[in-house]
């Protein structure tokens, strides 16, 4: 499913009056595309491939509305890809929190290397300066 059908499938189900049949304005569809594909595009054509694939009902469609009911199967997929989303999020943040705790640790070993290199030096210089 494209970018653009989701974001429609997307606004749809979340705008929908508790799963009923609603009626949506074209402009207001275009607007819940994405910035990068909203461009250009006829909104009529998403829905009714979205109606095609049994994700949503279309009632009627004049070209400057349509009424449609988000069916079981968008609402499922529409689930499914918020779940996707917080779960991308939650990795993202697990990574960061292990590239942080892999650079403190390389920090903390390279500290204490430095901090040994430094004690033998001392070690040495006060040894040459006591004979």
């Known amino acids: 499913m494209g970018k653009n059908s989701l974001a429609v499938l997307e606004y749809i ?11 949506f304005g074209a ?3 275009t607007a819940a595309l994405p910035d ?17 694939n049994n994700l949503i009902r279309l009632k009627y469609s004049d070209g400057r509305n349509v009424c449609v009911e988000p069916l079981e199967k968008g609402i499922l ?3 499914k890809e918020q779940k996707r989303g917080l779960s991308a999020a939650i990795e993202d943040k697990s990574r960061s929190i292990k590239g942080i705790v892999t650079l403190s640790l390389m920090c903390g070993f390279a500290g204490g290397c430095v901090a040994v290199a430094l004690a033998v030096a001392i070690y040495f210089i006060v040894r040459a300066i006591a004979l």
Do not use: C, F, H, Y
Request: proline share 3%.
């Open 27 to 29: 402009e207001e569809l």
């Open 77 to 79: 997929i529409v689930e």
């Open 36 to 52: 990068d594909g909203a461009e250009g595009v006829s909104v009529i054509p998403v829905v009714k491939e979205l109606a095609l």
């Open 13 to 23: 189900v979340a705008n929908a009056r508790e799963g009923q049949a609603t009626v």
